[in-house]
């Protein structure tokens, strides 16, 4: 059974450029959330996806945006990337209807380097 | 808004000691999550307390929760250079989505 997966591992980028990183749940999981998670610190709360919608947003501007498709599966995408985007991208999954029970299962990240 | 305080932030051990990290939360909640994180990985789930007065344990890891007190406890008995990582603890901010850490504890179990 496979866990979160996500790609790519690695990504350097300018300034200004754009990028668009990829998770896939958990298998039985329909739920995606995306994290930030700068060096040394705490992972920071992106946004939430699920039924292809996205349902929660933590305090991010518009430049980061999502897609979750039919198979579950998720898209992150910065746009005009700023040297302050540059951390590890966590996509975490969880089956909704566990609600508070389990755990997010989270992926091994995608680290984005801004230069 | 929840905010979520871990302490020490720093801790380094003696093969063999006993150690304990401290969360705390400011507001409501009976719920509560521990992670651990290697070096460059992800986040490794440990424990999840679902109720005051909860305790889990695992190997020479255990954690507890008091909703009362705001207060999660992990505790570390014998430690081992194994254990050497950082430990997250996290709690649902406002929703099922918005898991909120602390800072973590990064933890150095030295020979």
């Not at chain 1, 754009?18 to 749940?25: A, F, N």
């Not at chain 1, 292809?52 to 990337?81: I, M």
């Not at chain 2, 006993?18 to 939360?25: A, E, P």
């Amino acid at each position: 059974d496979a866990g979160v997966t996500q790609s790519p591992t690695h990504l350097i980028k300018t300034r200004g450029q754009q990028v668009t990183l990829r998770c896939s749940p958990k298998s039985g999981h329909d739920t995606v959330s995306w994290y930030q998670q700068a060096l040394g610190q705490g992972p920071q709360f992106i946004f939430q996806y699920y039924e292809e919608e996205e349902r929660q947003r933590g305090n991010f501007p518009d430049r980061f945006s999502g897609h979750q498709f039919p198979n579950y599966s998720s898209e992150l995408n910065v746009n005009a990337l700023l040297l302050g985007d540059s951390a590890l991208y966590l996509c975490a999954s969880s089956p909704r209807l566990a609600g508070w029970k389990r755990a997010q299962y989270f992926g091994p990240g995608t680290r984005l380097t801004v230069l | 808004e929840l905010k979520v305080e871990q302490n020490p932030l720093f801790l380094s051990m003696q093969e063999g000691k006993n150690y304990t990290i401290y969360c705390n939360y400011s507001t409501t909640s009976d719920r509560l999550y521990w992670y651990r994180q290697d070096p460059g990985k992800s986040l490794e789930s440990l424990f999840v307390l679902l109720s005051n007065g909860a305790v889990k344990q695992e190997g020479r890891l255990m954690a507890s929760l008091d909703t009362k007190a705001r207060l999660s406890t992990l505790h570390i008995t014998a430690a081992v250079h194994d254990l050497s990582a950082t430990y997250f603890c996290g709690n649902y901010g406002g929703s099922q989505g918005n898991l909120i850490f602390g800072k973590g504890t990064k933890l150095s179990v030295k020979p």
